[in-house]
């Protein structure tokens, strides 16, 4: 899992397009507080897909899914999902840092997440599937 900060001059939804045919989510930058959060939610994404728990047959699918800490992809989409404004994270799957910043011409931006998650976050995405 890759993670950048940043913004485009892309049109939103050439940005998105191009993001989907690389497999990069564009997440809210506001949504995504910590790299805790996104590397626990890329764990639980990969361990339910191994064990054919995962609600989507998608990796990131499942990744928002337990990022958002909710059953339903178009909500999760909706709470974590890229929406107004030109910033954003992108969170690549298979794709090299090089080659996400070419694709979606990326000006790159400090990360700017804590690294550690609080734990209301954790019981958040932890719990989502109880």
Known sequence: MLIVRGESRLAADELLRRAMEKRVLLLNPGKAG?????ELA???AKKSLEEGTAISKNLEIEFVLWLAGKKDIRRAFEEVGFGAGTEFIAVGFGIG?????????????????KKEAGWEAVERISLSRI
């Open 97 to 113: 840092k090089k080659e996400l910043i070419a694709e979606l011409e990326i000006r790159e931006k400090k990360l700017g997440l």
């Open 34 to 38: 910590s790299l805790e959060e996104l």
């Open 42 to 44: 890329h764990e639980l």
